[in-house]
C-alpha cells in the first residue's frame, strides 16, 4: 500500500487545456513537494507547500495543501507540450525521510 | 545543471558480475541519498547518509553496499543481482539538519541500470 497515492496515473491531452493531478493520503505530513522529472533525467523541485491550505503559483501552475496537510493537488492551466513529464509528489512524515507518489506521468500534444 | 552527477549512466551487467555506481555533489551539501525508481514502483529510499554517517538503511539486500568516503562522493556497489534490480538509480544531496520537513533534495540524472 502506498503512503501517498497519485490520481491519475497517466493523463494525455491537448495543448490548452486544464488539468488537476491529486495526490491523496491518510497520513499527515509536515510539508509536500511537487517534482517534474523529464526522460532520462532526475526528478527537479518544482515547490514544497508547508502550511495547511496554503497556494502557491509557478506561471501556470497552481499547488496547493489540503487543510489537514494529507493532500496536495497540482493545476495545470493551458497546458503546453513542455509540461509533457512524470509529476511527482513526495511528502516529508515521521523520521524527516521523503516518501514519493508513483507519479503522474502527463503527455500534451501539439 | 543540478550539481549533482552520476556516473555511469547506463549499465548492464550480469549477475555474477561486480560494479559501482558513482555520484558526485558540488553544491556544498551534507546528505547525500541513494534511490531506486522502477517501472512498477514510486521511487524508493535505499540508503542516506548525513555528514559521513550512514543514517538510513531502508531494508536493502546486501547485494547493495554503498559507500561515502567524504560528503562529496557517494558510490553504490553492485554484486551479484538479480533481474528484478535492474531500474534507474538516483543519487540525490540535500541541506540536513534545517527545519524539518523543509530539505530540498537535488537529483542526478540517473543510472539506468539493466541485469542480465
Known amino acids: 500500500t502506498q503512503l501517498l497515492e497519485q490520481s491519475p496515473q497517466f493523463l494525455s491531452i491537448q495543448e490548452g487545456e486544464n488539468l488537476t493531478v491529486y495526490c491523496n493520503s491518510s497520513s499527515v505530513f509536515s510539508s509536500l513537494q511537487w517534482y517534474r522529472q523529464e526522460p532520462g533525467e532526475g526528478p527537479v523541485l518544482l515547490v514544497t507547500v508547508v502550511t495547511g491550505g496554503e497556494v502557491k503559483k509557478l506561471k501556470r501552475l497552481t499547488f496547493q495543501f489540503g487543510d489537514a496537510r494529507k493532500d496536495s493537488s497540482l493545476h495545470i492551466t493551458a497546458a503546453q507540450p513542455g509540461d509533457t513529464g512524470l509529476y511527482l509528489c513526495a511528502g516529508y512524515a515521521a523520521g524527516n525521510m521523503l516518501t514519493f507518489g508513483g507519479g503522474t506521468r502527463l503527455m500534451v500534444k501539439p | 545543471e543540478t550539481g549533482v552527477t552520476q556516473t555511469p549512466r547506463h549499465l548492464v551487467m550480469g549477475m555474477t558480475n561486480k560494479k559501482s555506481l558513482k555520484c558526485e555533489q558540488h553544491l556544498g551539501h551534507n546528505a547525500m541519498y541513494w534511490y531506486k525508481q522502477s517501472a512498477k514502483k514510486p521511487l524508493e529510499l535505499m540508503f542516506v547518509y548525513n555528514f559521513k554517517e550512514q543514517t538510513e538503511n531502508n531494508s536493502v539486500p546486501s547485494r547493495f553496499s554503498p559507500e561515502c568516503p567524504n560528503s562529496s562522493h557517494l558510490f553504490l556497489h553492485l554484486h551479484t543481482l538479480q533481474p528484478e534490480d535492474s531500474a534507474l538509480y538516483l543519487c540525490?544531496?540535500?541541506?540536513?539538519?534545517?527545519?524539518?520537513?523543509?530539505?530540498?533534495?537535488?537529483f542526478g540524472p540517473g543510472t539506468r541500470l539493466l541485469v542480465l
Open positions: 540525490a544531496s540535500g541541506l540536513a539538519g534545517g527545519r524539518v520537513g523543509e530539505e530540498t533534495q537535488y
